[in-house]
């Protein structure tokens, strides 16, 4: 029988849990994701959102994300914005970028923060491509469709 040490008296060590009797295999715990990794997943799931209800406004679009936006003193801490958008020129495509500390701090829950994603590229594509916001969300900013 192999024996497992007690080392400073914090009690046995090994699994947790017991394997889960119909699969002999023990239950996996899911990691919550770090701050970056669900900043980037809800950015790309609002942008598949809008590619099925407007395919059209993004294209010739690239989308971007960045930490904090570039300092500029005439901002008041309650002004500093969440994205930046730069229209489409002959030579280069149209740009959004959407910044993850800003939204992050106006955001209380995570489904928060999802809204406010896909609120605030919806918002941007409608500045940059001249197509109306109810044309590219159709749901007209309805949460039902947020988990």
Known sequence: MLKRRDRHGRGRRGPAAWPNPHTNGVVPL???QSPQVFFTRC???ALAQIAESCPRALVGVDVGIE???TINAAWAPSRVPLAAAVT???TKNGQVVVYRR???RRAATRRGIRILVY???VEQLANITA???DEIDPSGGRDDDWE
Do not use: G, K, L
């Open 67 to 69: 930490d904090v936006p």
């Open 119 to 121: 609120r605030t590229i």
């Open 88 to 90: 489409a020129t002959p």
């Open 102 to 104: 800003p939204i992050e």
């Open 43 to 45: 950015v790309s799931d």
């Open 30 to 32: 899911r990691a919550r």
């Open 131 to 133: 197509i109306p916001t």
